[in-house]
Structures are given as C-alpha cells and as structure tokens.
C-alpha cells in the first residue's frame, strides 16, 4: 500500500465511518507457547467454505482488505486455498506468522500484500520464548527467501521480552524490514522506570535510522505509559474470531456469528452501532495499530505524517 491514492481512499472511508478492513483471527491453534498471548482458544475453527461465504459476503459490503492471525495460520491445512481465493475476490491480504512453517510454505507469499512476523527476540532467546527449538533459524532462512514482498516485524517488549527484544531491530536492519515494537497488552508489564528506559532506547534507535516503523509519539506514549487518544478502530474495522463470531471489545459482549448469520444484518445490528460509539471513548489499547490508526484518522499530524512515510518505504 505505497500508492497515495489508495491511503487516501482508506482514509476517506475511516472518516466516513464505513468498515472495510477486516481483522481475521483465522484459527485459535498455534504451536509456540508465547507467555504475552491472550488469543489462543479451544474454539473450533470456521471451514474453509464458511470462511470463504463470509469473505463474499465482506466484499459486497465494500470491505477491501484483512489481515489473517491467529494462533498460528499457516496450521491450518487448507491455508494456501483461503489466502488464494480471497486475493482472487479482490482483497488486499497480509498475514501474521511467528515463522515457523514459512519455509515450507514460502509458496504463500506469492499471494500476499504484506507478512508479519511475530519476533520478540533473536537466537536462542527467540526459541525459548517460543518454544519452538530452531525457530530463530527458520525464520533467518524463510526470510533470505522471501523477494518483492512488504515483510514486517512486530516485536513486544516485555517483561520477559526486554531487553533481548531491541536486538530484534538489527535484524530488521539486515533484511531491511520495518519493525513495530509494542507496548504489552495485560501480560508481560514492565517496571514503570525499565519500561521508560526500553522505549527510549528504541526512540534513539529510530533517531539513528533503523526502521523502526512507530510514530515518534507512540514511542513517547509508550516510555510514559500514557496513550492518549480515542479510539476510531471500530470506525473501519471489524474484528472477526477463529468460530466466527463478532464480539463487543469492551465487554465481551456476543454480536453476531459471520459463519452462519448474514454480515449485512450484524452490521446494522444496535449492538455493533453502539460499539462503534461508545469505543470512541475507549483508549485501553496499548498496540501501535490502534493507536496509529485512530489518530490518523483525527487527522494528528504526527500519524498522517507517519503513515504516509511508511506507504512510500521510508521510516
């Protein structure tokens, strides 16, 4: 997404309230033991078939882009056939991975807009945090093999985490990555005084020229524990679990079911509106991705700046 008109057009639709990108936790099954998760889940995972209905259904409703995450996607056997078709349907498609099945399921890149990797430390420390034995090495060598494709890291900087995570910023450097760090959700909470000296040091990492793909004020947000800002996710975006199911972010609240219900008719449900309401006074999430894109679309110079360097390659 470089090109300025299709951030314009993404941003218009943010300000006219009018969702269309779709947070996609494709399966709640994952191999690695993260101790910062909180997404695994016992739920049975939707069908290839239900998945793909509701992806038609999503581009009728002018819904344009997802990001696939889990648990772990490429688990799922039939992960090359959903990433296929939903770029067939049209959608912009990216995908978050801790690495591990990349090599053996390079070919899916060839399909992808963008990939994520999950990445909270290099070497050893990596596997053990994981784990997942040899995983540091996998992902090295699936990345050497990844060509032409927008490749992101996203490191989380934790108690268990830091301060090995600020290494992860030279590996990015070498495969000329963009790295987001973040600010642990629940999990994993740093000392108030190390967690303002770790996202210091990657404010001056930034300032030295790694590419480190944060706002400035998100870095600053982040050392001072304080995030100001109002929520606009649920502006443009709908968050969809491994069974289907839409959910109020703030309560835990059931919406609606997109594997078996019709999206059109969760969408115009009372309970979603709401959502979208009331989450405008909501700034519990501490993620870059929350954080960046709410202010982007209040039109915060800072972000619109930002985002617009990361569409044209530059951090």
């Known amino acids: 997404m470089r ?44 069908s290839l078939t239900e998945i793909l ?21 490429l688990m799922r056997d039939d992960i090359f056939e959903i990433v296929r078709s939903i770029k067939e349907m049209g959608f912009k498609i990216g995908l978050i991975t801790n690495g591990n099945y990349l090599n053996e399921k390079i070919e899916i890149t060839k399909h992808l807009d963008f990939l994520i990797i999950s990445m909270d430390a290099v070497g050893e420390k990596l596997d053990t945090l994981r784990g997942i034995t040899g995983l540091y090495e996998r992902i090295s060598d699936a990345v050497n093999k990844i060509k032409n494709k927008r490749l992101m890291i996203n490191t989380v900087v934790s108690n268990f985490s830091y301060p090995d995570c ?14 987001f760090y973040e600010y642990p959700i629940g999990k994993g909470l740093l000392e108030k005084k190390i967690s ?16 480190i793909g ?10 001072r524990e304080d995030f100001e800002y109002k929520c606009r996710v649920r502006d443009f975006s709908i968050t969809v679990f491994n069974d289907g199911s839409i959910r109020n972010c703030i309560t835990g609240e059931f919406i609606g079911n997109t594997y078996f219900e019709d999206l059109r008719l969760i969408l115009m449900r009372k309970e979603f509106q709401n959502l979208r309401k009331i989450s405008h006074q909501c700034n519990r999430c501490t993620d870059s991705g929350a954080y960046e894109s709410s202010r982007t679309i209040r039109l915060k110079f800072d972000a619109v700046f930002n985002s617009l360097r990361l569409f044209w390659g530059k951090t």
């Not at 099954?29 to 998760?37: E, F, H, I, Y």
């Open 53 to 73: 209905n509701f992806y038609k259904q999503a581009k009728i409703e002018g819904f344009y882009s997802t990001t696939l995450w889990g648990g772990e996607p």
């Open 196 to 211: 303002f000296a770790a996202f210091m040091q990657i404010l001056k990492l930034k300032d030295r020229g790694y590419p």
């Open 166 to 179: 600020l290494k992860v910023a030279d590996f990015a450097k070498k495969y000329n990555c963009i790295i």
């Open 214 to 223: 944060n706002s400035r004020q998100y870095l600053i947000s982040a050392a």
């Open 3 to 46: 090109n300025p008109v299709i951030f314009l057009s993404t941003l218009f639709n943010g300000l006219a309230k009018r969702p269309f990108f779709i947070s996609h936790l494709i399966t709640g099954k994952c191999n690695a033991r993260c101790p910062t998760c909180r997404w695994r889940s016992e739920k049975s995972d939707g």
